[in-house]
């Protein structure tokens, strides 16, 4: 099979499993319980890792560790994703059950807007083979500023995509029962789930232009960037529901996200130099994922930010 045929099934698989999706997950009501949504989540790394079995059957050792690694690297890189979710729902006081509606329709947009920096990553690269040396300097800068930096903006104020948005609709103060329109007196409003799913969408470019770079510091083969990067992507609306009430007391996991940005940023500048393999390359990213994690459990925030 080419790898164009591999491409265009699994993007095939991908569209099953979000229509699968949107049918499935509102027979559970509007919110799942934390053991629904534990399973949901073990179902999608099941998926991963069946896949990364089949990487390896079809293509060898190496490009099976390659998506290992890719998909830990996406999936750690998309817990930062979440946390700015919540804060998002916190701030315009998004009802817990309208978060799935938006959450899904954000993963189908962002699933979108990586596809189309993938594509343009790998033509970059092939043409460019220093815009790798490029990338690696803006992961190293986005890691050091992530770990200094205190808050994500979450305002409307200064949004360009929210304010292309509302030049085209006005905007209704009432959800009427998780609406992203509404039709009053012969003209159509948007309502602020619009809002919320346009700043959602906002935040994940941002998020895109760094966890796009970094998979490419681990392999350039495009099929295994676009589904790992896919991978990383699908189980978040599950994951949201495991550790939405959790995550925002997870004090090092910001700095741990920083610091995988870091390495790989490192890793690319100095490719040259210093050969690094996948494999180190996984153990090094679950290393720091893992101690990020433990370190928080071990000293733990509480909502007022003290420990």
Known sequence: MSDLAALALFTIFVILLLVFDLKVFPRHGPEL??????????????????????????????????????????????????????????????????????????????????????????????????????????????????????????????????????????????????????????????????VVLVLIESADLVFAMDSIPAIFGITRDPLIVYTATCFGMLGLRALYSVLAGALVRFRYLRQGISTILVFVGAKMLLAYYVSISALASLAVISAILIAAIVGSLLRPKTKDGAA
């Open 33 to 194: 319980s934390l053991l629904q949504a534990t399973l949901w989540t073990g179902f999608y790394v099941f998926l991963a890792l069946a896949f990364d079995l089949g990487v390896y059957a079809w293509r060898g050792h190496q490009p099976a560790v390659e998506f290992l690694t890719g998909y830990v690297l996406e999936q750690s890189l998309s817990l930062d994703n979440l946390f700015v979710f919540i804060v998002i729902f916190e701030y315009w006081g998004v009802r817990p059950e309208h978060h799935h509606r938006v959450l899904f329709w954000g993963i189908v947009g962002a699933l979108v807007t990586r596809a189309a920096f993938v594509a343009a990553g790998i033509a970059l690269l092939g043409r460019f083979g220093w815009v790798l040396y490029l990338f690696g300097g803006f992961l190293l800068i986005s890691g050091l500023r992530m770990a200094f930096q205190k808050q994500f903006n979450v305002r409307s104020k200064g949004n360009w995509l929210l304010w292309v948005v509302t030049r085209v609709f006005p905007i209704a103060e009432s959800d009427e029962g998780g609406k992203f329109f509404l039709r009053r007196e012969g003209r159509r409003y948007a309502t602020r789930l619009l």
